[in-house]
């Protein structure tokens, strides 16, 4: 199961510490520019290394296309591409050889496999996550091109949240903050926790605008449901709200419906899907991420023989996920809007007769 989508769909392969990452999508129509250096800035904004506020791990995260495209465009065959892995330090995982970290995916691929691949936690390690962003940066590609676009930002850090939302802000700040305002305070609060050898959650905010009415299908793949589970799927997140999200349920029904005008929504509650589709209103999602399992402070554990051990990690970790994470949601949304958008062209009849007759 390491497929996404239904027309426009991912695959992704490899492992923290193995030689490499990647990712085969299929579906990409024909014609498509593929700017390369759109595609790698992608990956900057996820890669690790940058500052204080991500793991130290250094990876170039340089990536490379080996098919689906001719002099610069896609060729309508499948497109993969991979991100050779450069600085592993598996030594660092040696102490933990069969040690489940608490918090982390050790302990259940070990009883689900019966073997565990330690090296920085082989596929369950977020540096899967790079081969989603390159993916995602594709589907972007397409949908930038018919007017849709994604932004992200980080929310909120430990509970301390943005008044406002600029999402302009987030690529002058090193940890992708929505509100100035805050930034200072959110910094801190996950330096406080680093020092002390401990860790912090966060959540990332986006928007996605552009969108035509009815993308999302009736019942089964509603749009809704469908970015839920993929920010579901992302490592560490663990909600995910769509409009108004959890707060709709202190509203009355009077102050939640979004009043309709003959020139749109008056206000955004539902935050764009109506239904399971999109209502041409920007959709927006609040994911919310866990803090990083891995923290140096000594914790209980057992061990692959359910033996108790104290467990004390070396190795090298974000303190707060969410930041780097976010750029995986808007990666994400782009592989689920990308699919929604083919989905939706067989709709009626005229589509159909529009292209073929
Ligand atoms: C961008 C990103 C970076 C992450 N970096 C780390 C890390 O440095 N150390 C760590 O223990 N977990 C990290 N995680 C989280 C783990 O991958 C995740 O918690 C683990 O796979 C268990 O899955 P679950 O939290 O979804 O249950 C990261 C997650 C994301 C999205």
Redesign the pocket.
Known sequence: MNRFGERFTINTFGESHGKAIGCLLDGVPAGLAIDMEFIQSELDR?KPGQNEFA?A?KESDTVEILSGTFEGLSTGTPIMMVIYNSDQKSGDYANIKDIF?P???DFTYFHKYGLRDYRG?GR???RE?AARVAGGAVAKLMLNSIGINIQSGISAIHGIEAQTLDFDYPKHSPIYALDKNVEEAQKSAILTAKNSHDSVGGVATLSISGLPIGLGEGLYYKLDAVLAEAMMG?????AVEIGEGIASTHLQGSQNNDEITPNGFKTNHAGGILGGMSNGDDVTLRVH??P???IFIEQESTNTTNESVSISLK????PC?AI??S??CEAMAALVIADMVLLNMGRKMSGITNYYT
Do not use: E, L, M
């Open positions: 996820r793991t791990r970290r918090g982390h995916a936690g369950s390690s977020a996550t992302i490592n560490a997140v663990k991420f866990k990083t399992p891995s190795g090298r970790h974000d996920v780097r994470g750029v995986v």
